[in-house]
C-alpha cells in the first residue's frame, strides 16, 4: 500500500481495491471517549489532522508506548484530566486517496480525575449523550460512536478523500 511519501500509482477509493493483508498504516494513533453522568468527553480540535472538527482526544502513538499508554497521554495533553480505567473498544483502519493512513485503537473510560481546561491542541467539550455534533464530526463516526457509547466492541475499514468518505466495511466484535 502507498504512504504519503510513495508515487501513487493506482488511488484506492474502496475498501476492496486494497489489499489489506499487506497494507501498513503511515500513523498508529489513538482515540478515547471518557463517558460519565450522561454526558461524553469531546474537544474541538484547533490543529491538525481534522483541526476545526468535534471529535475524541487522541492522537499518535509515540515510539515505545502501548496503544494505552498513547492514549492516557494524548487525554491529558488534549484536555487536562486523567481518564480512570480505559478499556479498548475498537479498532478502525482508514486509508486517504491522498496516500496518508492510519490504524486507530478506540478506547472508552467511565471517569476521570482533574479538571478539563482548553490547551493549544483542543477546546475540551462536556457533551450530553444525545446531543452528540454529528455534523461536525468526521463522517465515519456516527457509525461507530454510539456502539462504543453503549460499550460495544467493533472493527471498521475506511476510504476518504479529504472529509469524504468514499466507503467502508464495519463488523460488531464479540
Known amino acids: 500500500m502507498t504512504t504519503r ?3 501513487i500509482s493506482e488511488v484506492p477509493r474502496s475498501v476492496s481495491a486494497i489489499d489489506w493483508e499487506r497494507w501498513s498504516p503511515v500513523d498508529r494513533c489513538t482515540l478515547l471517549f471518557v463517558v460519565r453522568g450522561g454526558e ?7 490543529r ?20 494505552l499508554e498513547g492514549a ?3 487525554v491529558q495533553e488534549e484536555t487536562g484530566c486523567t481518564p480512570l480505567d480505559p478499556v479498548e473498544h475498537g479498532e478502525l483502519s482508514f486509508q486517504f486517496v491522498d496516500g496518508y493512513s492510519t490504524h486507530v485503537f478506540v478506547f472508552r473510560s467511565l471517569d476521570c480525575e482533574g479538571p478539563i481546561h482548553e490547551t493549544d491542541e483542543a477546546q475540551p467539550l462536556w457533551t450530553r449523550l444525545g446531543g452528540i455534533p454529528y455534523d461536525e464530526m468526521w463522517a465515519d463516526d456516527v457509525i461507530w460512536l454510539p456502539i462504543l457509547l453503549r460499550g460495544g466492541r467493533f472493527k471498521g475499514r475506511f476510504v476518504f478523500d479529504g472529509d469524504t468518505m468514499l466507503d467502508h466495511v464495519f463488523s460488531l466484535e464479540e
Open 5 to 7: 511519501n510513495d508515487p
Open 40 to 46: 461524553v468527553l469531546l474537544i474541538r480540535k484547533k
Open 48 to 67: 491538525g489532522l481534522g483541526a476545526g472538527k468535534v471529535n475524541g482526544p487522541g492522537g499518535r502513538i509515540e515510539p515505545g508506548e502501548t496503544p
Open 72 to 74: 492516557v497521554r494524548e
